[in-house]
């Protein structure tokens, strides 16, 4: 959700004149670090009430939400009221009544995406800068635009939040985030994160029975039919082994997975504290804003800003961070279609690799391409070579670490 803010204020400084997009991205960057917490977390609270996911209703009372009492709403929606496609719509109503969403429905990241982003070891990084520039000066003093960011990071991701909030997943009976945030990715997913904790020792989580612990196995078969379709989509002569049926039924295996986790919109909560999290830090290595400036980690990339922070906070991030940069926006909508079951039918496969000859580029085609090729560099195994052993549905993965060998471990 941190991103998608970012990308209305972004509309707001195009419609002001500014043009220069890597401008656009920084003050953006900058307008949402400048907000107050409590504008976030009820910003937070607002996207939860109007998301276009299927949801359990733990949203707020009508009059907390919709500002009928004074001072509770986040005040966003005014600010954006002029940027088109934000959660809000038209408000007319807005302080006299629940209005009606004619906004677009957030719809966050799917959980993948905070996986990848998280597995490029920058929660500990920033945790060490914040440590740091609590604790003493040996970052230097912070300038006030970073104090702010200071203050928010801390506030909403660094301690335990009000129990009225949708944020709150922490609790005398999950008191650690962390071990919330694995557990979280092993239901679903079925793996670990690629790092235990940061003294070197495995870090431990409670460890679901029910757990999706072959999808990713079906996930690379499915990638691995992918690019064979892909490389045989124009060819007329000879031995096509293209097939349209195994990608679907891989599609339709992952889709069962992943809605068997969701029942009743189980995780759904979990989910949604987690990526709106991930995606903060996300944000803030973005762009050159105040924060990265201030660590002396001015980049061309998200990954090679997280790396000179990391230097100065003596924690290296992974070595293939920029494939989990790439990989994360990428898997997110792909994750988001499986489940709805878009690519279940063979007639409807073929547009994850059809290579068209006129009319505009398929994007999602490139899309599928570069995940092939950077789950392949950050996982070591080639997506381009057949499987030489079939894959049980349920093949087991005892909660190791997908992307390398970590050190992360799993309690029961």
């Known amino acids: ?100 969403d004619s906004g677009t429905g957030a719809r966050w990241d799917h959980l993948i995406y905070a996986y990848l982003i998280e597995n490029t070891r920058l929660l ?29 990071t801390e506030a909403l991701f660094m301690r335990d939040l009000p129990s009225r909030s949708i944020g709150a997943i922490t609790s005398s009976v999950r008191p650690d985030l962390e071990a919330t945030r694995r557990n979280a990715y092993y239901r679903l997913f079925g ?46 002569s000879g031995i096509n082994s293209k097939d349209d049926a195994a990608i679907a039924t891989h599609a339709r295996d992952m889709q069962d997975m992943l809605t068997t986790r969701r029942r009743f919109g189980n995780l759904a909560r979990e989910e949604f504290v987690i990526v709106s999290m991930l995606s903060w830090f996300d944000l803030t290595l973005e762009s050159n804003n105040s924060v990265v400036v201030d660590l002396k980690a001015t980049a061309a990339s998200p990954e090679e800003r997280l790396r000179k922070i990391g230097e100065r906070v003596g924690l290296a991030p992974h070595a293939q961070s920029e494939s989990f940069f790439r990989l ?17 039918s063979i007639s409807a496969v073929s547009a994850l690799y059809a290579d068209p000859t006129s009319g505009p580029p398929n994007q999602l085609r490139r899309d599928m391409l570069d995940i092939i090729n950077q789950w392949s560099i950050a996982t070591g195994r080639d997506m381009k070579a057949k499987r030489t052993t079939p894959t049980p549905r349920t093949a087991p993965v005892n909660g190791r670490a997908l992307l390398a060998v970590g050190n992360g471990s799993a309690a029961r």
């Open 328 to 344: 994360a926006p990428r898997m997110s909508p792909l994750f988001r279609h499986i489940e709805e079951g878009v690519y279940n």
């Open 1 to 100: 959700m941190m991103l998608e803010l970012a990308s209305w204020f972004a509309d707001l400084e195009r419609a002001s004149g500014t043009t220069d997009v890597i401008e656009q991205a920084t003050k953006a960057a900058n307008d949402v670090f400048a907000l107050h917490p409590e504008e976030i977390l009820r910003f937070l609270e607002e996207s939860w009430a109007y998301g276009s996911q299927s949801l359990p209703g733990f949203q707020l009372p009508p009059a907390l939400l919709y500002g009928q009492a004074p001072g509770f709403e986040s005040g966003l929606h005014k600010r954006l009221s002029a940027v088109n496609g934000t959660i809000y719509g038209t408000l007319p109503t807005w302080a006299s009544a629940p209005p009606p």
């Open 191 to 236: 793996v670990d994160l690629n790092h235990g904790a940061n003294n070197g020792a495995p870090y431990s989580y409670v460890r679901a029975q029910a757990a999706n612990t072959g999808l990713i196995r079906t996930f690379e078969d499915f990638l691995r039919e992918v690019w064979t379709a892909s490389e045989n989509y124009r060819n007329t």
């Open 124 to 152: 500990p990084i920033f945790f060490r800068v914040v440590t740091e520039f609590l604790h003493g000066e040996r970052l230097e003093v912070p300038s006030p635009a970073t104090q702010q960011w200071l203050r928010t």
